[in-house]
């Protein structure tokens, strides 16, 4: 659930943004009307709001919700946000099941999003270097093949179009899953009626 709306809003008396909003997330705007500079206003959004869940909108939103399949579902491709809809997009965050999995958890975490249409950035520019499974500390203190091949079935389960087992293939013995990241996110700019 979302803690906190922020509005930057400079010397305009018409709020389209506040007024569009439902009254129960109305009451969780906090204009801030500073005449600092756009940029230094969403920098002190972000440090003010520190570890709570909000959302920053200009003040001058209307909301739309857009069907990428509107011809199969027979209805306009943008239509205006509902009670429904306002609540759909604020509580997107609220359904992950964060202890689907001890291990992996990233793995899950990444889908998760890119099943909602957030992109993930992807590059062979910037690298980092793991360390091998089993190195001391970490998840290698409770971690070994056996569960990692449990908690990976958990996913697999979850995300069966994404995560799958790649047979007769191990690195030090431990067996290998394949997650297709672009396909997960290909699946979320398709309209759906049902959950995965």
Known sequence: MI?????????????????????????????????????????????????VNFAVFDDDLLFKRRYVNWKELNCKSKEDFTNTDFDEMFDTIDDIDWD?????????LILE??????KN??????????????????CSNYRDEQLNYEEHMKLRKKWPMFVSQMENSKINN??????????????????HLEKI
């Open 100 to 108: 689907l999995v001890k291990v992996g958890e990233d793995t899950n």
């Open 121 to 138: 950035r992807l590059s062979d520019e910037f690298l980092y270097v793991a360390k091998e499974y089993g190195d001391v500390g970490g």
């Open 113 to 118: 999003f890119l099943t909602r249409g957030y």
């Open 174 to 191: 431990w067996r290998r899953f394949k997650i297709s990241w672009s396909k997960a996110y290909k699946y979320s700019q398709q309209g």
């Open 3 to 51: 803690d906190a709306i922020y509005i930057p809003t400079l010397d305009r008396d018409n709020q389209i943004t506040y007024d569009t909003l439902p009254d129960k997330y109305k009451e969780r705007v906090i204009f801030v009307r500073d005449r600092i500079g756009i940029h230094k206003v969403r920098r002190k959004i972000a440090y003010d709001a520190g570890k």
